[in-house]
């Protein structure tokens, strides 16, 4: 490990989100609407090649529609630090930019999902105005929650700690799954600051306020199987099982009808429906809109035909 980055077993030195941001102008990453817009007709497709391990800290590849990015600093155990949030910010555009893409999975290299942001610059910039932190931090939430975006399911892999930047980035995705030694936490309070990353946000949508005040005014590591009766995370499978079994679900994610795949996305964002009325209203509109798709009648052709459906997203 670098020895840059401290031990996640310290609370007084885990990484946090808003300890990641870089230090320039707040230019970490593109601004998330127009980055995701492209040319009238233009059909804009990922290039995994594009990113490089070393450079980018960042390994992306596809699988037919899936896209399965990894964080890819382990010796800094995925550390978000400058390279991997300037490169963050160019793959979601792409991949929001990309309609074949229907789902993507992220995971961690190495031992840990990601440690948080980079701890060097606390203290050094608080001589800095606040006008200028609150940009930075600002330009750092920006790019790393565009995934939050994305109009496809996301799914986290987490495959050890995920800290501080890394648990936001965890829980800003749509499902989340565990191995058994995985753990996350939000120290930020431990380190003297105010939570970052909309973690205040994140957290109280996933487990509501009463864990969100727990995790966040203790600061405390809970392990994969209080992840779990919390809801933080869905499903907890074995470490050396969690790489194929997250591929294999997230490749059936990517296999869902495309359009009624995204409506249920909308439909859930937030919370999902703000109360009967509004569900009623949505799923009338919503599941008609997918009764006259092709891919309803794919879909039940395939059902008598005892066979996986083809959809195409018509």
Request: aromatic share 4%; glycine share 10%.
């Amino acid at each position: 490990m670098s020895s840059d980055v401290p031990s996640t077993e310290s609370p007084t030195t885990d990484p946090t989100a808003d300890s990641a941001a870089p230090t320039a102008a707040p230019s970490a990453g593109p601004t998330p609407a127009p980055a995701y817009a492209s040319p009238a007709g233009a059909h804009v497709r990922l290039d995994p090649a594009a990113y490089d391990p070393q450079a980018d800290k960042l390994a992306v590849r596809r699988d037919g529609d899936l896209v399965v990015i990894e964080l890819a600093d382990h010796d800094r155990r995925n550390m978000m630090g400058l390279e991997m949030t300037a490169a963050w910010g160019r793959l979601m555009a792409e991949i929001a930019a990309d309609s074949d893409v229907r789902a993507v999975l992220v995971t961690g290299q190495g031992s840990a999902f990601s440690s948080g942001g980079n701890t060097s610059w606390i203290g050094a910039d608080s001589h800095e105005p606040v006008s200028v932190l609150r940009e930075r931090m600002l330009a750092y939430y920006a790019t790393w929650l565009t995934i939050r975006d994305l109009r496809v399911p996301t799914i986290a892999a987490i495959n050890g700690p995920a800290i501080g930047a890394g648990a936001a980035l965890a829980l800003a995705c749509d499902v989340r799954w565990a191995g058994e030694s995985a753990s996350m936490s939000v120290p930020f309070l431990r380190m003297g600051m105010h939570p970052g990353m909309l973690s205040t946000y994140l957290l109280t949508e996933v487990v509501g306020v009463a864990a969100a005040r727990d995790l966040l005014f203790t600061g405390r590591r809970v392990g994969a199987q209080e992840m779990l009766g919390l809801g933080l995370v869905s499903r907890v499978v074995p470490d050396e099982e969690l790489a194929v079994e997250a591929l294999a679900g997230a490749q059936g994610v990517a296999a869902g009808a495309p359009v009624a795949v995204q409506l249920t996305k909308v439909a859930l964002r937030d919370g999902g429906p703000r109360d009967w009325a509004s569900a009623t209203q949505w799923e009338g509109l919503a599941q008609a809109v997918t009764l006259a798709s092709d891919d309803l009648a794919e879909g039940l052709t395939a059902l008598r035909e005892k066979r996986p459906p083809r959809f195409t997203g018509r």
